[in-house]
């Protein structure tokens, strides 16, 4: 789905401060996206965020930014269920906000084999075959 132009230039909130919002904090980044700071209810002590990124609050937060002057992106990560996620996602975009999507530049796809709805985030994918990672 293509976004409007206004989606490449308004500033970004992100929607939580764990280790899922670090990776697309760095993709923002990337990107050269404006970021006005991260939402997430824990203590921001508490977050894989807090040394990177300015805390704002918890999710009321946002309603301090108008729906049509900024853009979120949804980095409330998930091990099992996606439901706080989803309910995230529905509850801003029921108050009108619209969420960015984002594309890492080390992924890749036959783009037109796709059709990306909005919010989506194309992020790479490292296959491991067996191994052991650390000690």
């Not at 764990?18 to 977050?47: I, N, T, Y």
């Not at 894989?48 to 309603?63: E, M």
């Amino acid at each position: 789905m293509n976004e409007p132009n206004r989606s490449e230039r308004a500033p970004v909130l992100l929607l939580g401060g764990g280790g899922h919002a670090l990776v697309l904090w760095e993709v923002l980044a990337m990107g050269k996206r404006e970021v006005c700071g991260f939402v997430d209810p824990a203590p921001p002590e508490q977050l894989a965020l807090f040394r990177h990124g300015r805390w704002l609050g918890g999710d009321a937060a946002v309603l301090g930014f108008e729906a049509a002057a900024v853009e979120l992106v949804n980095g409330v990560g998930s091990v099992d269920s996606t439901a706080v996620r989803r309910n995230v996602f529905e509850r801003f975009a029921g108050r009108g906000y619209r969420f960015a999507g984002l594309t890492h530049p080390g992924a890749w796809s036959a783009a037109w084999t796709w059709r990306w709805g909005r919010g989506c985030k194309f992020l790479p994918v490292r296959w491991w075959a067996g191994g052991k990672i650390g000690r």
